[in-house]
């Protein structure tokens, strides 16, 4: 039984269509795939209808862009009511944020001499709920100005690089709230990387567990072996639930393919179950 709980689609910055996504998951081997584009839920309904054809199983879910102390932390969600009018809410203030700060970084591409426009990455971001900087560094491609998005990152898009303009995102714990408010499951994804083992400390994640958290999410590529057995650690000693994930992106990202981490199916049976998360 292969889960695996953490993918993106084109309504966020994957590249793949909500049915390429599940066919492609039925292709990897997937029994289970949850669709979690970021802030958005757009991409469920054709989810679901492909799923339901290729007869793998569809968790709904999210990625949030949250934030504690400055720092960018995401946060998974699943099985949430996607009408809810607290998270609804915050959600659009969250991609509303991201599009506002298009222009911004465009300026200042510009100003280090790259023609780049507005249109030059809404073609990339057409499908998308919002655009994002993964989607301005697929306009740096197509420019020739970059080779992939992981050099557009580093060159200009990353904290403390010249293209930086931070955007808005919820406060971590005020996330947590929305999710377990919406009647949803709360994960904190890659908790480790880039930078977040600063503020994702064992206090914090017993702190998120009185507002709802569920689970960490282990096994993630952005996680070595030192960080997955001391995560674990935590997990066992807070008693929280242990995903692992691809975060795939499609073309986006590689080498982090459909499956390429899954969850254990009691894991995920906890995590689902309504009176862990009730
Ligand atoms: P945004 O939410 O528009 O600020 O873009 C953030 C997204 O860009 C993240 O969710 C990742 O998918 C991606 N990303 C962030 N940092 C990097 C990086 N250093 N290299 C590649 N992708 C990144
Ligand atoms: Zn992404
Ligand atoms: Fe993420
Ligand atoms: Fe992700």
């Given amino acids: 039984m292969l889960i695996d709980l953490h993918t993106h689609s084109n309504r966020s910055d994957g590249t793949d269509t ?30 679901d209808e492909a799923a339901a054809r290729a007869g793998v199983r569809l968790v709904h879910g999210i990625e949030i862009s949250t934030q504690l102390d400055g720092q960018s932390v995401h946060l998974l969600g699943y099985e949430f009511d996607p009408d809810d009018a607290a998270l609804l809410d915050e959600l659009q203030h969250v991609l509303e944020g991201r599009d506002n700060r298009l222009p911004r970084i465009l300026a200042r591409l510009r100003d280090l001499g790259i023609d780049i426009h507005e249109p030059d990455v809404e073609r990339w971001s057409g499908s998308a709920a919002a655009s994002g900087r993964p989607h301005i560094a697929d306009a740096l491609i197509e420019l ?42 709360a994960v904190i994804a890659h908790p480790w990387s880039r930078g977040s083992d600063r503020v994702v400390t064992p206090e914090v994640l017993a702190e998120l567990q009185g507002l709802g958290l569920l689970g960490i999410e282990v096994d993630h590529n952005d996680h070595d072996e030192t960080a997955r057995s001391a995560l674990r650690d935590i997990a066992a000693e807070l008693d929280l639930v242990v995903t692992g994930s691809s975060d795939y992106h499609g073309t986006g990202k590689t080498d982090f393919e459909l499956g390429c981490n899954t969850t254990a199916p ?10 862990f998360g009730d």
């Fill in 18 to 47: 909500p049915s390429e996504l599940i066919e492609n998951a039925v292709a990897a081997g997937l029994d289970v795939v949850a669709l979690t584009d970021h802030d958005s839920t757009v991409g469920w309904a054709e989810a």
């Fill in 144 to 185: 020739g100005v970059v080779a992939d998005r992981t050099e557009a990152f580093n060159r200009y898009l990353q904290p403390g690089r010249p293209g930086y303009v931070h955007r808005y995102a919820t406060p971590l714990h005020e996330a947590v709230r929305l999710v377990a408010g919406a009647g949803g499951r």
């Fill in 266 to 275: 009691d894991q995920l049976e906890r995590l689902l179950s309504p009176r």
